[in-house]
Antibody
Framework: QLQLQESGPGLVKPSETLSLTCTVS??????????WGWIRQPPGKGLEWIGN???????YYNPSLKSRVTIFVDTSKNQFSLKLSSVTAADTAVYYC???????????????WGQGTLVTVSS | EIVLTQSPATLSLSPGERATLSCRAS??????LAWYQQKPGQAPRLLIY???NRATGIPARFSGSGSGADFTLTISSLEPEDFAVYYC?????????FGPGTKVDLK
């Protein structure tokens, strides 16, 4: 059974960099059948797609966040990670990692999700 | 960016009733639409992909239809565990986007 688990600090100061890691178990992140992605949800609000990564390292970012986002993969550890720089209170959200399937090129659906981790931006 | 709108915002129904949820895209997205269910404190769960295909393990009471810009999720007979928020998501073009959600609550 595939499982994804987010990890990282739950509190980040304004202007600093948010860093999260997703550990994948029960399956290989190096599969050519899937992308891997990050999605976030501010408290009480809807879902926003952050970006996708393929095991080769190819990345695709939401233009609304592109200047601040980096996603990278470590196949040796079966992990992928998110960095979001210059955070503000507007970046407070539950951050989900997900396996992305049913893809045409980079456009996919999220068929397996982590449980999510709340990151609060506050001094 | 493709904008998805969902209606109604809230749907108040009783167990056993039929639920009909709508998702409309700002331009044609062919059949590249998914539906997710989210319960409080949980991650979303994929229900339907490519407009009408049930994901693995999803009960037959969930069905999806539509193409182009108008889509519908139907729950034929609501079970107690179906009261939740439902989101649509398009994969026609980047960036991938979600609708704002429809909450199905207990009448």
């Amino acid at each position: 059974q595939l499982q994804l688990q987010e990890s990282g600090p739950g509190l980040v100061k304004p202007s600093e960099t948010l860093s999260l890691t997703c550990t994948v178990s029960g399956g290989s992140i190096s599969s050519s059948d899937y992308y891997w992605g990050w999605i976030r949800q501010p408290p009480g609000k809807g879902l926003e797609w952050i970006g996708n990564i393929f095991y080769s390292g190819s990345t695709y970012y939401n233009p609304s966040l592109k200047s601040r986002v980096t996603i990278f993969v470590d196949t040796s550890k079966n992990q992928f990670s998110l960095k979001l720089s210059s955070v503000t209170a507007a970046d407070t959200a539950v951050y989900y990692c997900a396996r992305l399937g049913f893809c045409s090129s980079v456009t996919c659906y999220a068929d397996y999700w982590g449980q999510g981790t709340l990151v609060t931006v506050s001094s | 960016e493709i904008v998805l709108t969902q209606s109604p915002a809230t749907l108040s129904l009783s167990p056993g009733e039929r639920a009909t949820l709508s998702c409309r895209a700002s331009q044609s997205i062919s059949s590249y639409l998914a539906w997710y269910q989210q319960k409080p404190g949980q991650a979303p769960r994929l229900l339907i992909y490519d407009a009408s295909n049930r994901a693995t393990g999803i009960p037959a009471r969930f069905s999806g239809s539509g193409s182009g810009a108008d889509f519908t999720l139907t729950i034929s007979s609501l079970e107690p565990e179906d009261f939740a928020v439902y989101y649509c998501q398009q994969r026609s073009s980047w960036p991938l986007t979600f609708g704002p959600g429809t909450k199905v609550d207990l009448k």
